[in-house]
């Protein structure tokens, strides 16, 4: 038997989701997967059309790389645009910075190479970076990733810097929202030892959804009590920790890690039992 047998634990993933799966079960847990998010990919979006054009055509003096799967979602749009090509050459002529190995693996697998990376893979410490240098008149392209960074892109713009917004994808809800309900009813009736996160929009929405359903002081408490909440990352965890409700998280923000700490602190616990 593997060291999560008789664990349940429900994961709201979209993006690697079997994998994550998977990975669970081959230590013997009961997985629930409830997606609360769905990722739509905008290969054929005017806009992002529109603004991939503008930089190549005006070029940009530095740009921001928030996430791998965006960037190589934004060359992939790009590619069947014929601009793919012109885009990368805009690229290489500005400075790239990015937030942390998986977007430094992006665009150096294009051949670029980042000026700086953020080591805690934060939006709040790339930005933060980003304006700490003379934007004054400078143009910015701002790879976004599934929702727009109000407060970050209206930052540079008042410290003078013209922005150009690119995003490749969006999340939305998705279309059957029946077991992420039935998720959080598990939880309710004490049937799900932890719930497993990897990204900020599918734990805001598990909240949003336990909140429209009317059972979100219960929800929240039981999160808060006996229900383990593992999160990748301080980002995805955000939602959670402005509640109140204690998370664990993995030193390396990876899903691998995450499964690693699932197995140490759920096996740990249960042995204990």
């Known amino acids: 038997m593997g060291e999560l047998t008789g664990v349940t634990i429900g994961i709201t993933a979209e993006r690697r989701a079997e994998e994550f799966i998977e990975a669970l079960r081959r ?47 934004w060359l992939s749009a790009a590619h069947g645009w014929d601009m793919a090509q012109p885009l990368l050459a805009t690229l290489g002529r500005c400075e790239l910075f990015v937030r942390g190995p998986k977007a430094k693996g992006a665009v150096r697998a294009h051949g670029l190479t980042e000026r700086w990376s953020a080591p805690s893979e934060t939006n709040g410490e790339l930005f933060d970076h980003v304006l700490a240098q003379d934007l004054r008149g400078r143009r910015v392209a701002v790879q976004l990733h599934g ?38 009813a598990e939880v309710l009736a004490g049937e799900v030892e932890a719930l497993a996160f ?36 301080p980002v ?38």
Not at 246 to 271: I, N, S, Y
């Open 198 to 233: 990897t990204s900020a929009p599918a734990t805001q929405n598990l909240l949003t959804l336990a909140r429209e359903s009317g059972r979100y002081q219960e929800f929240v408490s039981a999160l808060a009590g006996r229900v383990v909440c593992a999160c990748v990352g």
């Open 147 to 184: 929702s727009p960074l109000a407060e970050h892109t209206a930052a540079l713009r008042a410290a003078g810097a013209s922005v150009v917004e690119l995003q490749p994808y969006r999340w939305q809800w998705p279309a059957d929202l029946t077991q992420a309900n039935e998720l959080i």
């Open 27 to 73: 230590h013997g847990a009961t997985v629930r997967h409830a997606p609360t998010i769905r990722i739509v990919p905008l290969p054929d979006d005017e806009q992002l059309r529109s603004a991939t054009r503008a930089v190549v055509a005006e070029g940009v003096d530095l740009a921001v790389v928030t996430t791998g799967a965006g960037f190589r979602g």
């Open 236 to 273: 995805t965890a955000a939602p959670l920790t402005e509640l109140g409700v204690p998370t664990l998280q993995p030193r390396r923000q990876r899903l691998g890690a995450l499964v690693k700490l699932l197995v140490a602190e759920l096996g740990d616990q249960r042995g204990r039992g």
